[in-house]
Structure formats: structure tokens, C-alpha cells
């Protein structure tokens, strides 16, 4: 039974940095692509970073981040303890959403195969 449990979300003033973990169970990162979607107030779910099922500490994988959050956010995984990371800086009002870690079995699509239950994340400006 595949589960993905997110934490280290909350409340921040604008400007401020969370990290964001997913630990999953019946997934090996090895088989999946891991990401993370958010879904604002009024929104859809969006990817908004995504990294592939070959990374790992040797080896450079392929990594994908939407333009809005590009160079303030930061994807990684730990595929020893299966955990994913989502290390987010200079957070803003738009940043305020559900944060989601989704697991897509092969390739990194939009789709994801299973879903965790989101950790909220709220920015005050």
C-alpha cells in the first residue's frame, strides 16, 4: 500500500524560507518520479517541482520547476530513507497554498499515481 504523509508546513511571514517533507511507504524513488503541487484558494493543482526516478547522491537527475518558484525552491530526495524534500525561500503571499507530494510511477507527468494528504502552507505579508 503505497503512502505519502507531508509535514513541515505552517505559517510564515513573507520572506521567509519551510521545508517541506514527504515520507512515502510502498514507493521506491527508484521506480518513481517524486514531485510537489500546490493548490491555492480558487485554484487548480499545479506541479510546481519535480524530480526524476534516477537521481540519487552519486548521480544528477532531471529536476523541472514551474517560473514561479524557480530559483526559490529547491527538490531533492533521500532515496535511502524515502524521503522528499521541497526547500522553499523568499516565500510570498501567492506562495499561500495545500502543498502536495505525489509519486508518478516512470515518468514525471502531470498524473500522478498517488497522492498525499497536503501540509498548508500560509504566507503573511
Known amino acids: 500500500q503505497v503512502q505519502l504523509v507531508e509535514s513541515g508546513g505552517g505559517s510564515v511571514q513573507a520572506g521567509g524560507s519551510l521545508r517541506l517533507s514527504c515520507v512515502a511507504s510502498g514507493v521506491s524513488f527508484s521506480d518513481y518520479c517524486m514531485g510537489w503541487f500546490r493548490q491555492g484558494p480558487k485554484k487548480e493543482r499545479v506541479p510546481i517541482a519535480t524530480i526524476d526516478r534516477v537521481a540519487t547522491i552519486d548521480r544528477d537527475g532531471t529536476t523541472f520547476y514551474t517560473d514561479s518558484v524557480k530559483g526559490r525552491a529547491t527538490i531533492s530526495k533521500d532515496n535511502a530513507k524515502n524521503i522528499l524534500y521541497l526547500q522553499m525561500y523568499s516565500l510570498q503571499p501567492d506562495d499561500t497554498a495545500m502543498y502536495y507530494c505525489?509519486?508518478?510511477?516512470?515518468?514525471?507527468?502531470?498524473?500522478?499515481?498517488?497522492w498525499g494528504q497536503g501540509t498548508q502552507v500560509t504566507v503573511s505579508s
Open positions: 505525489a509519486a508518478m510511477l516512470s515518468t514525471c507527468t502531470r498524473y500522478p499515481d498517488h
